[in-house]
C-alpha cells in the first residue's frame, strides 16, 4: 500500500468517525418538550416557568374565533385548519427569538413572545398554509382575507385585559 493509499484511506476514516459523533451528539441532545395544551391538538412549550397555559388557551380560542368571524372560507374548513399546531412562547415581552420580530410561523410551529401579541396574526399565516397553499410574506391578501380585521378584533381583546 502506497503512502497516498494510506493517507486518503485515514482522511477517509477520520470523516467516518467525525459523522459518527456528530449524530450522535444531535441524537442525544435535548429536544423541545412540547405540552399538549388540552385544546384543538394544540402543543405549547414556554420558556418562562410560570407561563399560563390557560392564557394560551383563551387566546388560541379568541384568535381562532376571530379568524372565523372574520375570514372568508367557511367555518368547518377554518376550524379544521386552525387545529394541530405548536406555539414556542419564547420569554421576552416583545421579540420572538429574533431581534425586531414579534413572531413567526414555520410549518407546524408558531413562535410568540410571551404577551401573545402576534398570537393571532401568525394563526393567520398558518390558515394560508394549510387551506390555500400559499406563503403570503407581503400581506398583500390579509385585508381581503378578512385578516386585520381579525388582528384588530384580537389585539382589543388583549388590551382590555384578556382572563
Known amino acids: 500500500m502506497s503512502l497516498g493509499t494510506l493517507a486518503i484511506l485515514v482522511v477517509v476514516g477520520l470523516g467516518a468517525l467525525a459523522g459518527l459523533v456528530y449524530l ?3 441524537l442525544w441532545q435535548p429536544r423541545i418538550k412540547w405540552r399538549p395544551l388540552g385544546f384543538l391538538g394544540v402543543q405549547y ?4 416557568a410560570p407561563f399560563s397555559a390557560a392564557l394560551l388557551r383563551n387566546a388560541v380560542d379568541k384568535a381562532r374565533a376571530y379568524l372565523i368571524l372574520n375570514g372568508r372560507w367557511p367555518t368547518g374548513a377554518t376550524d379544521k385548519a386552525l387545529g394541530g399546531f405548536n406555539v414556542y412562547v419564547f420569554a421576552d415581552d416583545q421579540h420572538a427569538g429574533t431581534p425586531g420580530i414579534s413572531g413567526y410561523q414555520s410549518g407546524n410551529v ?7 401579541t402576534a398570537l393571532c396574526h401568525e394563526m393567520g399565516h398558518l390558515l394560508h ?27 382589543d381583546w388583549l388590551h382590555a385585559g384578556a382572563p
Open 110 to 116: 408558531i413562535g410568540v413572545n410571551r404577551k401573545l
Open 24 to 26: 450522535c451528539v444531535r
Open 45 to 48: 412549550y414556554a420558556e418562562d
Open 129 to 155: 398554509e394549510r387551506i390555500e397553499r400559499i406563503v403570503d410574506a407581503s400581506h398583500v391578501r390579509w385585508e381581503a382575507d378578512g385578516f386585520e380585521k381579525a388582528e384588530r378584533s384580537y389585539s
